[in-house]
Each structure stands twice: as C-alpha cells, then as structure tokens.
T-cell receptor
Framework: DGGITQSPKYLFRKEGQNVTLSCEQNLNHDAMYWYRQDPGQGLRLIYYSQIVNDFQKGDIAEGYSVSREKKESFPLTVTSAQKNPTAFYLC????????????FGDGTRLSIL | GQQLNQSPQSMFIQEGEDVSMNCTSSSIFNTWLWYKQDPGEGPVLLIALYKAGELTSNGRLTAQFGITRKDSFLNISASIPSDVGIYFCAGHGAGSYQLTFGKGTKLSVIP
C-alpha cells in the first residue's frame, strides 16, 4: 500500500543531544513537509522540500535541520539548539505546485529525558 | 500570513446528535480540506473542496466551500462514539501552494 512511514513512534532525547526523525513515502510525491504539533495547537510548519536537494524554512525552523537526498526520504534532525523539543512531529507529502491535499504519516512523539 | 479561524474549539455532544463546525478566513482560499486526527495518530483527509459553492459528502460527513471563498463548514450527522477526535480545516490561499491549518475542533461524544 502507498503511504508515509514515520519512525520511531516514540523518541527520547537527552540534554545536548541531536536526534533524527525518519520519514519515508512511496506515493511518488515531490513535495514533503515537517510539522510540529503541541497540545491544543494546530500544525506549525518546520521545513518543506519541493524537490530533491532543495528545501525551505517554514515558520519555526530554528533548532531543526533537514536533508532531501532522495525523493522518498525527508529526515528531520532536532538539534540541541532546540530548547523546547517536546512535541508531536508530523511528516506529510503532496504533489508539488498543486492544490492536491497533503497526506500525513502517523507521527513521532519526542520527549526530553 | 494567512490565518484560519476554526470554531468551536471544542464540543461535547450526545451520541446521535448532529455536529457542525466551521472555518473562516479574512482572505480568499482556493481549496478547503477537512482532516480528522485520532489521538497519537496523523491527520486523515476526510473531504477536499475545490470550487466555491461545492457541497461534498463522505458518508455521514458533509462539507461545503463557501460562496465567498472565505469560509467552509463541516457537518456530521447522527454522531457515533468513533467520531471522537480533533477535526482540522486547512486550505490553500489564493496564489499559494502552502497549506494553512486551523487550530482544530476537539469533538467528544457522550454515549
């Protein structure tokens, strides 16, 4: 089945540690996105990529980094510079330059140890 | 930037009741999308709307793209316990391929 796979489902970070969240899609979508969701909040855009080897900052990119070396993969690194990383992280993909909907993975919950 | 105002923020209803929620914007939108999110899961697309005035159903769910292109509503008829979750509206503003999201409506259904 086509879809978006995020891993791990739960992740714990120690102080000063970088952690990487995985996102893989087999929908043949060019565009991929990372969102952060806090309790009672909507989705806030961290980074997005419309093509391999290119990506743009979203509204809350500070303390995060991404790469897009393959069309299918868009990993997100939460760096030690992100002082409040505890949140639910969602990856999405869509056709590029299109009004077609974004499709989401099942999320990764990141917590601080 | 573009913003969506979604209301109500939360609602408690009795099983079997109908539900209505809406989303408004100060600017024109080209698409309206409605998603449902279960706890600990990612949002799932329920209905997509692409034309002003469009009315689309998906089972007990009905959504409409407002004629002014600045609002949309979602109705759920005869609610059941599995309707519990957070419902998000989202849309593409005029000239933009980025999605703007509402803050969600948390629905609780009392059996």
């Amino acid at each position: 089945d086509g879809g978006i796979t995020q891993s791990p489902k739960y992740l714990f970070r120690k102080e000063g540690q970088n952690v990487t969240l995985s996102c893989e899609q087999n929908l043949n979508h060019d565009a991929m996105y990372w969102y952060r969701q806090d309790p009672g909040q909507g989705l806030r855009l961290i980074y997005y990529s419309q093509i391999v080897n290119d990506f743009q900052k979203g509204d809350i990119a500070e303390g995060y980094s991404v790469s897009r070396e393959k069309k299918e993969s868009f990993p997100l690194t939460v760096t030690s510079a992100q002082k409040n990383p505890t949140a639910f992280y969602l990856c999405a993909s869509s056709m590029v330059y299109s009004n077609q909907p974004q499709h989401f993975g099942d999320g990764t919950r990141l917590s601080i140890l | 930037g573009q913003q969506l105002n979604q209301s109500p923020q939360s609602m408690f209803i009795q099983e079997g009741e109908d539900v209505s929620m809406n989303c408004t914007s100060s600017s024109i939108f080209n698409t309206w999308l409605w998603y449902k999110q279960d706890p600990g899961e990612g949002p799932v697309l329920l209905i997509a709307l692409y034309k002003a005035g469009e009315l689309t159903s998906n089972g007990r769910l009905t959504a409409q793209f407002g004629i002014t292109r600045k609002d949309s509503f979602l109705n759920i008829s005869a609610s059941i316990p599995s309707d519990v979750g957070i419902y998000f509206c989202a849309g593409h503003g005029a000239g933009s391929y980025q999605l703007t999201f509402g803050k969600g409506t948390k629905l609780s259904v009392i059996p």
